[in-house]
């Protein structure tokens, strides 16, 4: 239970902890325009990468050195997960201007968007721009994830109309040739059993947990509702 003194404490703050939170929010904002303004792309491609060296800058190491060190970081994190190195961390060597017409050839390394949320995972979280970077990663990987979510919702959404629209489709037809009511739900029994090896529709629901009112595909992958598609 709270006391008295400690709700009046919350109560002082609150003005702190909402101009704190606005703060925040734009500087996660700024952070999110610098990164995008940095971004560059294959000109054969247009696929998005970033350049090491634009994004030290960006996270707050003054050497290269340093950043190099998180960068080998990101690359064991990038192998342990099980992903290609080479789809995300590649080497190259671009001229830079040193003043005065003279130039000089440095190593730089192409990031790929997940390269840029190891790199700021790994980095050194006492840096501010290193927190805020992480914030702004862990904001947009969660952003990745509903968005992936929902397309994964909606193609099965689409799945399951096409395999109503090709049932009602093969019904009727049935329906036509041999006028008999029954003979639709006998042939899609043995569709199922030849799908899903030797089971039945009723031994799937059973599998399943599907309630008995309740068709079969309701409950199925988007994977197994294509191939019932497919079979109809």
């Not at 500087?27 to 999110?32: A, D, S, T």
Request: aromatic share 6%; net charge positive.
């Amino acid at each position: 239970m709270m006391l008295a003194w400690d709700i009046i404490i919350l109560e002082r703050m609150k003005p702190q902890i909402l101009r704190k939170n606005m703060m925040d929010k734009q500087l996660l904002i700024q952070l999110h325009q610098r990164f995008e303004d940095i971004v560059c792309k294959y000109p054969d491609t247009e696929t998005e990468f970033w350049c090491a060296r634009d994004l030290q800058e960006l996270l707050g190491y003054a050497e290269w050195r340093n950043f190099s060190k998180v960068i080998e970081k990101a690359i064991t994190a990038c192998e342990k997960t099980g992903c290609d190195v080479a789809d995300h961390f590649v080497e190259v060597n671009k001229m830079v201007d040193l003043g005065s017409g003279a130039i000089r050839e440095i190593t730089d390394i192409g990031l790929s968007r997940n390269a840029c949320y190891l790199i700021a995972q790994n980095g050194d979280s006492s840096k501010d721009q290193i927190a805020l970077a992480q914030t702004y990663f862990a904001v947009q990987t969660r952003k990745q994830e509903i968005i992936k979510k929902r397309l994964t919702e909606a193609e099965r959404v689409n799945a399951r109309k096409k395999l109503t629209h090709s049932e009602k489709e093969l019904s009727g037809i049935i329906l036509e040739r041999l006028r008999n009511n029954e003979s639709f739900g006998r042939i899609r029994s043995k569709g199922d059993k030849a799908l899903f090896g030797g089971k039945t529709t009723r031994e799937m629901k059973r599998k399943l947990d599907v309630p008995p009112k309740r068709p079969l595909a309701d409950f199925l992958p988007t994977i197994t509702i294509k191939a019932k598609d497919f079979a109809s």
